[in-house]
């Protein structure tokens, strides 16, 4: 009917944008054009005009003949949801979109980090575990530099009050060490 090459149709087909009647023998064109106008790049619409201008008219080679109608017609396209669901919208269009959304967060992601409100995750995890480490270091040499005179006290509540004056010191030579080489800001 549209005087399209075999291969083109070929083509078509294994995209699966050709529309067949439901005894599966014919090609239903009027949902196939829909069909390939849904799925068609709408920037590509100019390059086809003008290739139809230049085209002199073809007549087909061989008389296709049209579908017989059937009782119950196709349903119109679903219409795209939100979602972007690929079932929903397949094709040229939802590809191009996905793309675009990738490229968006690309870019986003390089702005966020250009920014500083973006680290690298590994950055990251070598930080924490060196500072955990740092933390167990300065508290397993807390017993070594308090045993002597915890072991002179007598009185509970002034050895509570060395090794917790003990502890503080450690944590606050800690954030000064942290503060000093860019991490925490010191507060806390």
Not at 95 to 108: F, G, T
């Amino acid at each position: 009917m549209h005087g399209w090459h075999r291969s083109y149709v070929t083509k078509l087909e294994r995209a699966g944008r050709i529309v067949l009647s439901p005894d599966g023998g014919m090609v239903d064109w009027a949902a196939t054009d829909a069909l390939i106008g849904e799925t068609s790049d709408p920037s590509k619409l100019g390059v086809a005009d003008r290739w139809a201008a230049q085209r002199p008219e073809a007549t087909p080679a061989v008389q296709v003949a049209s579908p017989a109608i059937s009782a119950s017609p196709l349903p119109p396209p679903a219409p795209a949801s939100d979602a972007g669901s690929a079932g929903a919208r397949s094709g040229y269009l939802y590809w191009r979109e996905q793309r675009e959304k990738e490229l968006a967060l690309a870019a986003q992601r390089d702005r966020e980090q250009a920014e500083g409100k973006l680290v690298d995750a590994e950055t990251v995890r070598r930080a924490r575990f060196e500072l955990a480490r740092q933390v167990r270091d300065r508290l397993l040499t807390l017993p070594e530099r308090v045993h002597k005179q915890v072991a002179a006290e007598s009185d509970p509540l002034t050895v509570l009050l060395m090794l917790d004056e003990e502890v503080r010191d450690c944590l606050r030579q800690l954030v000064t060490e942290i503060a000093g080489t860019g991490g925490e800001d010191g507060s806390g």
